[in-house]
């Protein structure tokens, strides 16, 4: 009997084949797409572009963790080496290395104080860029006209608002810009509002809060997003989350801090009862204060009056007269004086003008010749024989004609 083997067909694969073939098996497997790693971090760094690069490590056993830009600029904290932390994310083949890896999502500390460890680190860090200084933090208006609130549509806060300012100052509007306050999304929602909000030019003031809740409840008011969102508004902005004595992000970076919403209006607008009673007390003041002016006044009169007896009124009534006449008689010496001194300078002008004028030379045997045409004759070239000419005398005119020229030795 024969036996006959058959060899199995060789089949050569690419590198990439290989690696491209693993991807696909990785990425279709559903319990791969969303996974929570725990382990301890080691060669953490960032980049320039905002990526976050690490390793998990647990004995001998590593896994590497890329976080990129958009969910990196999301987390609450950013991991040192040597802590214990919990990645959420997609398991992935990097195919120019050919290893796994976690597409991470989310990094959240181990341990209990693992979201007060976020806030202290973000606090810290947003305490060194000045966001928490006072020199940024802008005045409430005193009488504001509207008012901003962005929290939930559907929560006690807003009501307690309305609520509030009907009691205390009716005379302001309301505008709510609806938004998600607890959740993941809530971070982002919050801070849309404050951008889309800044873009009106009515809004007077702004207030962003909740009612009170656990520290996970209240925290997408300790985002970093929202904190810079609050930075950034032009419009003075009030933090008004529902707790009393802890401090959240957004309590320190707004411009006024609330220790809950219904709290907010209180320091917004002011009482309109306390209003009414210091008007009250104005009018008060001013009728007292103009009675009081009348009062002396006429006070005054009464005394001025007694002052001076009825005989001693008249003789002062008389004193007045005499003090008319007698300026009544200087203002009429002083119109007369300067009268007959401005008739004297006329007549002297006037003398002086009739000397100068051509009629006093006539008068003294002098005449005038003209040319019909009325050029006054100064040369005898200015005419000729048979030329008639006018004579002007002082008194009467001569039409004469011109006979003979005779030289000025004739001439008288």
């Not at 896994?63 to 398991?91: H, T, W």
């Not at 003209?370 to 005119?397: C, M």
């Amino acid at each position: 009997m024969q036996l006959e083997f058959s060899m199995p067909t060789k089949v050569i694969r690419s590198v990439s084949e290989i690696t491209h073939l693993l991807k696909r098996l990785i990425e279709q497997q559903p319990d791969f797409q969303n996974v929570w790693i725990q382990g301890e971090v080691s060669n953490f760094s960032k980049s320039g572009a905002g990526h976050v690069y690490f390793t998990l490590k647990e004995d001998n056993h590593q896994i590497s963790v890329a976080i990129f830009r958009s969910n990196a600029s999301l987390l609450k904290f950013l991991p040192k080496d040597g802590e214990e932390v919990i990645v959420q994310g997609q398991l992935n083949l990097y195919s120019a290395r050919g290893q796994y890896q976690i597409v991470g999502r989310n990094v959240e500390p181990v341990g209990i104080g693992a979201l007060q460890r976020a806030f202290e680190e973000l606090k810290q860090r947003l305490t060194d860029e000045g966001l928490f200084d006072n020199i940024h933090k802008k005045p409430l208006p005193r009488f504001p006209k509207k008012i901003g609130v962005i929290t939930s549509a559907t929560g006690a806060a807003f009501q307690d608002i309305c609520e509030q300012l009907r009691k205390r100052y009716p005379l302001a509007e309301v505008l709510l810009h609806p938004t998600l306050v607890q959740g993941d999304s809530a971070a982002q929602g919050i801070a849309y509002a404050l951008q889309t909000m800044n873009q009106r030019d009515d809004i007077d003031v702004l207030i962003v809060g909740r009612g009170g809740g656990s520290i996970e409840d209240l925290w997408a008011f300790n985002e970093e997003l929202v904190a810079r969102a609050i930075f950034a508004s032009t419009t003075p902005v009030v933090s008004a989350v529902g707790h009393e004595t802890d401090y959240t992000i957004s309590d320190m970076v707004a411009d006024h801090r609330a220790p809950t919403p219904s709290a907010a209006i209180e320091h917004i607008v002011p009482d309109q009862d306390e209003l009414f009673a210091q008007l009250n007390g104005l009018d008060a003041w001013l009728h007292t204060t103009i009675q009081n002016q009348l009062n002396a006044h006429k006070t005054r009169i009464q005394e001025l009056g007694t002052q001076l007896a009825p005989e001693q009124r008249k003789g002062k009534i008389n004193q007045l007269y005499q003090i008319v006449d007698n300026l009544d008689t200087a203002c009429r010496n002083a119109a007369r004086q300067s009268l007959t001194t401005g008739e004297n300078r006329l007549h002297t002008l006037a003398q002086r003008l009739n000397a100068l004028s051509p009629l006093a030379t006539l008068k003294r045997g002098y005449s005038i010749s003209r040319k019909i045409e009325g050029e006054v004759l100064t040369d005898t070239e200015q005419v000729s024989v048979g030329d008639r000419i006018e004579v002007q005398l002082a008194h009467g005119h001569l039409a004469c004609r011109v006979e003979e020229f005779l030289d000025e030795d004739h001439q008288k």
